[in-house]
């Protein structure tokens, strides 16, 4: 979601009193810059920002929004945060019905898996995601990338391309792939180059691939890096229609043929 897609959920924003206007950019603001707290210049800037005229007065009906009831922000250090029951009446409105709406676009992507086991595995990934286990749907989606390309490249006539792959690669050329226990010798950074070498894959895929793995890596660790449902969302949805619906379907098409 971005501040517009917000804005358009809203009736008749514009026609909002301004201080309904200012509650509401405010926590549009938070939620979608992933903070708690927010200056007068930045929600004055989000007003330009959308194109939308700025409230007169926006530099004293903020902090009289701490005073007045219901008060809707509390002041803070460094500038002002969204009151408690402010912030779950707006969740209310915004959080929860988008939650289900994502969890039910993600549960269709299961019906381009074709894979009975695939599926499994990615069903409790998208289980994960709806109990905000961001992290741990995030590192299972990769995982279950990882299998679908092992899959592909044990077909028969990919094998051998692969396997030709790594001798022109040169840092593993004493292995030679004939199940996936084999593949746990190669890293992962170096089986998406071999995957470019061998030409299973465009460089495209590939970008999307090493960027993918940078962020499960960070995923995967414990750090001060924010996960959220935009960017899990973000992430499985790329890596199904991009990845796995594109390879394991012609993975089927070749058993098939």
Known sequence: MTVHDL?????????????EQIKKIAYFYCLVNNTEEFSTKLISDEFKNQKLQVPKGISSLIPNLTKTKPISFIKTKNGYTLHRTQKKDLDRIYIEPHETEVSFK??????????KEQKIFLEEAIKCFEIKCYRASIIMTWLLTIDVLYELILESKNLVVFNAGIQNHGKYKKIVITKKDDFSDIKETDFIELLRVAKLVSNDIRKILDEKLGFRNSCAHP?????????STSFIKDLVINIIEKFQCNSEETKNS
Not at 223 to 231: M, Y
Request: glycine share 0%; charged share 40%.
């Open 7 to 19: 804005i358009e959920k809203t009736e008749n924003f514009e026609s909002l009193p301004q201080k």
């Open 106 to 115: 993600l549960r269709e992507l299961l019906t381009k898996v074709k894979s």
């Open 223 to 231: 750090n001060t890096i924010f996960v959220d449902e935009l960017k």
